[in-house]
């Protein structure tokens, strides 16, 4: 699998941007996407993720308190592609956001789970 993360920027507070995450090769039936974002000097953290079952056309996400009710997560089959909105962007928002791919398809908020992952794309929040 590979990924591809895209839409980064520099926006203002409060402003917003969407982050984009291609996926390309062989999935799954069964599979989890999600966003970690890493500030400098910081461990990578969770920020949020969504699954899909192609049998069951259940799909769940989850999100970290920090951008619950801020972010929302979403993706398009079809395009084989998720998607981050992020809204009320805040200074400590800015990171480096890297998506990710699992095919154990069980929401996880931990890095070990998820054993694809893209190049980040850089989100910059001026205060």
């Known amino acids: 699998v590979q990924l591809q993360a895209s839409g980064g920027g520099l926006v203002e507070t409060g402003g917003s941007l969407r982050l984009s995450c291609a996926a390309s090769?062989?999935?799954?039936?069964?599979?989890?996407m999600g966003w970690f974002r890493q500030a400098p000097g910081k461990e990578r953290e969770f920020v949020a993720a969504i699954s899909w079952n192609v049998y069951t056309q259940y799909s769940g996400s989850q999100y970290s308190d920090s951008v619950k009710g801020r972010f929302t997560i979403s993706r398009d089959n079809a395009k084989n592609t998720m998607y981050l909105e992020m809204n009320s962007l805040k200074p400590d928002d800015k990171a480096l956001y890297y998506c990710?791919?699992?095919?154990?398809?069980?929401?996880?908020?931990?890095?070990?789970?998820?054993?694809?992952w893209g190049k980040g794309t850089q989100v910059t929040v001026s205060s």
């Open positions: 990710a791919f699992s095919l154990t398809g069980t929401l996880s908020t931990l890095r070990n789970r998820y054993g694809y």
């Open positions: 090769g062989r999935t799954s039936s069964s599979y989890v």
